[in-house]
């Protein structure tokens, strides 16, 4: 079976510091990976999408970018955080992105705290 | 373009009444539909979707969820709420290229 796992679980970081957020997947081969941030009381907000390896497809501009150096690895990264980056960031993967009735399968999420 | 809104932030509910969470969508396609729960602090997990096979939707835990077209709606229902259903829930709608569009999310409480 298929499983997703991200981590770290939480993060507490400092404005101006380095993030390193990663997402990984088991059990399935070329998966559609992506990244969601939830802000405090709002919904869920698509970051990034990736169809394969390399392939970086950015939904809001911002300080926050993506990778993907393995097939079923997603990273996201920051160079200097700002305090409106802090939420709770979820990975998700669907098997088929151009099968629209399959659903996302999201990984248990990552709490950053920006201070 | 496709587009959600979800009514109500936050629904409460006594344990044993009826829930109904309301779900509206925009689509310039023959929607895929979808109903999400997330519990405090975790992921996002599947209740139910629609992919135009049956107009009502059973998905788990007891929840269904019904397509109308004419009302472009697609509410989630649940005819006796138990504590453990006190979470947040989310309605989504693809769009072209297999990404979802979330709506806000309703916050549903569950009293004794």
Sequence with gaps: SQTIHQWPATLVQPVGSPLSLECTVEGTSNPNLYWYRQAAGRGLQLLFYSVGIGQISSEVPQNLSASRPQDRQFILSSKKLLLSDSGFYLCAWTSDLWSSYNEQFFGPGTRLTVL | ?112
């Design chain 2, 1 to 112: 373009a496709q587009s959600v809104t979800q009514l109500g932030s936050h629904v409460s509910v006594s344990e044993g009444a009826l829930v109904l969470l309301r779900c509206n969508y925009s689509s310039s396609v023959p929607p895929y539909l979808f109903w999400y729960v997330q519990y405090p602090n975790q992921g996002l997990q599947l209740l139910l979707k629609y992919t135009s096979a049956a107009t009502l939707v059973k998905g788990i835990n007891g929840f269904e969820a019904e397509f109308k077209k004419s009302e472009t709606s697609f509410h989630l229902t649940k005819p006796s709420a138990h504590m453990s259903d006190a979470a947040e829930y989310f309605c989504a709608v693809t769009s072209p290229g297999g990404k979802l569009i979330f709506g806000q999310g309703t916050e549903l409480s569950v009293k004794p």
